[in-house]
């Protein structure tokens, strides 16, 4: 303790400077203030309560964000957040989940604890699968454990009033988005920054830090957030204060002034220009990177809607989760990355089979679940500039397989065959870029995966930020790709979250990268980066 404050260090979430009073969420501990034993209807109604409660507040956060162009989140940002909800919501209706707990509680387990439990167990199996982004879903199990106990209890906790940084053994997706209070910020033991909560942090613009345990005596106290540095300082001195209150309104003054630039070229300062597009899950995303000046669709994800499918959707299921986002997109590129399922987003029907497959691979294995997506594809793309991107591609051989599908779903319905593209996320990939690159229409790299992937690190680590695409390794297998596109006359863009981090767009840039696809919050950022970087007139820094 200083004349500045306690200060403790963890893992940046997101970025960004708040000040607030700390609340400490306590967690449900069991046999606390709850019933002895549940009955099978109580219990069902309070996970019905769990689930509808995260609906209600993801349909609520969309219509606030369409309705008033002042709330926070916007309509872009909104449509990734109540994504997350109702993915949080489907693993409380997950019919797996509830049974687990009725059966502790008819054995005579307390309520409280045969949920908690419950809840524990699948989160553990979950974890043990040796899949980098697993721990997401995880740590939603445990909040959907957690908010059934709540809901046990009688209903949802008491937030105070006025603005707040919100802590946490470990923070919820929803922790951010209480409509009834003023969140500015959250502080969570557990997680990292590959977490849904994560996720929403940087979607709403609030910073969040990870691996900081607060004592009970920091209730209520103020304290200064800076996310981006990975600190936070309570009790701080009056010197710190008025820093952190000066960097939090420059922040919103930066983001006003470059959403007044949108009409301004992506070009680089001596000339080269950039293609700027957006990645989406939703129709308020596409709406709203076009908004920000998006030329259209470098990456729309498809498997969401389906993580708690029982069977392979249908033709129709795939249309009627396709039309709202292909409209939005109407005479605009159009990218539609056909179904990645993987361990971390996987519906309960393909658990046995994705121990042998992922991705491309567990498509290519199930052709006529795979036509029927591609028809749909191209009943609701007629009207975009559509093209078709197949994930996590090893080699040319497969690209090729997906192609005839394509070229006989396409004579079968009558359309023509839109661009199909290949997505550079494994060394492999890298090794065989040009046999690929000529089978393929366009490339684009998933810089998440491949950075991962070349640097030997986990996607869970927190280690594995952004800014490590701007490591050799990985810029020069950037660059083979890039070369190898130019090569082919392939079109090269890159998807992954290094697109959208305007501190590595300069190097992205001086390996041959033109098209960059972000989230709708990032392109303000980075066409502003893309403004300020001069390049030789060879295209390389």
Known sequence: MTGDGTVYTGTPGAAGVAVGRLHLLAPAAPGVDAPDVAGPDKLRAAFDAVAAGLRDRA??????????????????EAGQAADILEAVALIADDPDLRAAAAAECAAGE????AVVEAAAQYAELLARLDDPTLAARAADVRLVGQRVVQELRGGARALPDGP????????????????????????????????????????LGVPLLFGVDLPAADEGAEAVLDGGAGVLTVRPGAAVLAAALAAAESARQRRRRLAGQRDRPAVTADGQPVTLLVNVSTAADAEAGLAAGAAGAGLIRTELPFLQAARWPTRAEHVAALRPVLAALAGRTATVRVLDFAPDKLPPFLAAAALAHRGLQLLLAHPVAFADQLAAILDTGADTRLKIMV???????????????LVEVAGEHGAGVPPLGAMIELPQAVR???????????LSIGSNDLTAALLGLDRRDPALTPARAAEPPVLDAIARVVA??????????????????????????????????????????????????????????
């Open 484 to 541: 190898a596109g130019a090569r082919h006359g392939r079109d090269v863009s890159v998807c992954g979250d290094a697109a959208g981090d305007p501190a590595v767009v300069p190097a992205l840039l001086a390996a041959g990268c033109r098209i960059l696809s972000a989230a709708p919050t990032a392109l303000d950022e980075v066409r502003a980066a893309v403004r300020d970087t001069t390049l030789t007139p060879s295209g390389h820094g």
């Open 59 to 76: 349909a609520a956060i969309r219509a606030a964000a369409e309705g008033d162009g002042a709330a926070r989140p916007g309509v872009g």
């Open 391 to 405: 994930p996590m591609v090893a080699s040319a051989d497969e690209l090729v397989r997906c192609r005839e599908l």
């Open 164 to 203: 707040v940084l919100l802590a946490a053994a470990e923070l919820g997706a929803d922790d951010l988005l209480d409509p009834q209070a003023d969140v500015l910020g959250g502080v969570s033991s557990r997680g990292g920054p590959n977490a849904h909560v994560a996720i929403v942090a940087r979607a």
């Open 110 to 113: 307390r309520a409280d604890r």
């Open 432 to 442: 065989d870029i040009d046999a690929i690159a000529a089978a393929a229409d366009f």
